[in-house]
């Protein structure tokens, strides 16, 4: 009897910790979403690789214009990974905060990290049961 008092009780620790980190996670994301909004250059460029099982792979140098990606490089070694990604596939920063607070509301584990200067999503991993996708954003560059 003890010991099944004991691992409910151990069970809905987790579950709440569970909860909690889940609720943190939308609170961060909220906030630098927030922060992102205020400050986002309207010209910038960035690195973008695809990580995980998800094709693409990368890195890409995508420059965004407005709320328009303007133009994408494979900047990897050798030839571009096909299927890769063009200006009408290609993620805005806008596009991958969407992405994680998809992953946010649906996947079982999400990691986020976010630049403490811009506040973009910098690398974000989406878990599912042994799979997993996400993405690394480096090489940041405000234009104009």
């Known amino acids: 009897m003890n010991r099944r008092v004991s691992i409910?009780?151990?069970?809905g620790l987790l579950l709440t910790w569970g909860l909690v980190g889940c609720g943190s996670e939308q609170s961060q994301w909220s906030t630098e979403r927030e922060a992102w909004n205020e400050t986002h250059p309207e010209h910038y460029r960035y690195d973008y690789t695809?990580?995980?099982f998800a094709p693409g792979?990368?890195?890409w140098r995508i420059e965004v214009r407005?709320?328009?990606v303007v133009s994408v490089r494979y900047v990897g070694q050798g030839t571009a990974p096909t299927?890769?990604?063009?200006?009408?596939s290609a993620p805005t920063i806008d596009t991958l905060f969407q992405q994680v607070e998809s992953g946010l509301n649906t996947s079982a584990r999400v990691d986020v990290d976010y630049d403490p200067v811009?506040?973009?999503p910098k690398r974000a991993m989406f878990s599912s049961g042994e799979e997993g996708s996400g993405f690394i954003c480096s090489e940041f560059t405000p234009l104009d």
């Open 118 to 120: 811009h506040h973009f």
């Open 8 to 11: 409910g009780w151990c069970l």
């Open 66 to 68: 407005g709320d328009e």
């Open 57 to 59: 792979r990368g890195p």
């Open 83 to 88: 299927p890769g990604i063009d200006v009408d």
């Open 50 to 52: 695809v990580t995980g």
